[in-house]
């Protein structure tokens, strides 16, 4: 996608000693980026803090992350806020967290009418308290005209979910006759994925250092590049995803063919 190279250079124009923009190659930016938001937790106990202050500083590296991707051009910045599984977490902490997705998208909105950012989600939002619902409708249809970048916010998503709901929902057109089962392949498959119409992730992104996917992209990720920092969530900046974009442009990508 087109970024402006003004407001890119003014961006990116105190840069700290070992990165600066005249690392990354504008022409090679990825076009999908994808987050694993981590180490919200660890932050916090860090500084004698509660866990929820860390996802509270949490946002405000999500919102440099949302302009930082814009700034570069960037098609698709998807990122993992909540998984099937964190429901499991202490109910005061998933209610804060719910409670901070309705409120931070409330807030946030005039930034992505300002940037033309178009939202979208990936996961089930049905599970969600109707507070966080319906901000993340009134949300869905205020973007939904904008035609820049696309910013998706995983929230009850677990891959594992996804592919199976794309199974019943193959199998039911199946079963009402509208399908033949052969004609399902990865196309089909993806098809009834969340991501579906987007491309795959060039670039994987985890903070706090954790080498595995957690239940992410499980079926979206088979060919990214995978970048793990040991930066938590909060003190990720514009700084470390440049970091990230460099290290993304000096592999080579064989998508299991030779060079
Ligand atoms: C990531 O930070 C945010 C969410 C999962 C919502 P964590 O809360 O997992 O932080 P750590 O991993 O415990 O440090
Ligand atoms: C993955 O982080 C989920 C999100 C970032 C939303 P977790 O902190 O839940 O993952 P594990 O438990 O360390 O694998
Ligand atoms: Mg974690």
Not at 62 to 77: F, H, Q, W
Not at 129 to 148: C, I, N, S, Y
Not at 222 to 230: D, G, I, K, L
């Amino acid at each position: 996608m087109r970024y402006d190279e003004d407001l890119l250079k003014e961006y990116f124009c105190e840069a700290p000693k070992d990165i600066s923009l005249d690392d990354v190659d504008m022409a090679r930016v990825p076009g999908h980026v994808s987050i694993i938001m981590d180490g919200n937790g660890r932050w916090a106990t860090a500084r004698g803090l509660d866990r929820s202050q860390g996802h509270v500083a949490g946002v405000d590296s999500l919102r440099e992350a949302v302009t930082t991707s814009v700034r570069l051009g960037l098609d698709v910045l998807s990122v993992y806020a909540f998984s099937t599984e964190n429901w499991k977490r202490p109910q005061k902490e998933v209610n804060l967290l719910m409670h901070l997705f309705a409120t931070t998208l409330v807030h946030e909105l005039p930034l992505f009418h300002q940037e033309n950012v178009r939202l979208r989600f990936f996961g089930d939002l049905t599970a969600l308290p109707v507070e966080t619902r319906e901000v993340f409708q009134k949300g869905l249809d205020e973007t939904a005209d904008h035609d820049g970048m696309t910013f998706a916010l995983a929230v009850n998503y677990g891959s594992r979910a996804e592919i199976a709901r794309a199974a019943r929902e193959l199998a039911a057109e199946v079963a009402a006759g509208e399908r033949d089962a052969d004609t399902i392949d990865a196309d089909a498959v993806a098809g009834h994925l969340y991501t579906r119409g987007l491309p795959d992730p060039d670039l994987l992104i985890r903070t706090s250092g954790e080498l595995r996917l957690s239940n992410y992209l499980l079926w979206q990720l088979a060919y990214s590049e995978f970048y793990v920092t040991p930066t938590l969530w909060p003190d990720f900046s514009r700084w470390d995803m440049l970091r990230a974009i460099k290290s993304y442009q000096s592999r080579e990508r064989r998508f299991g063919g030779v060079k």
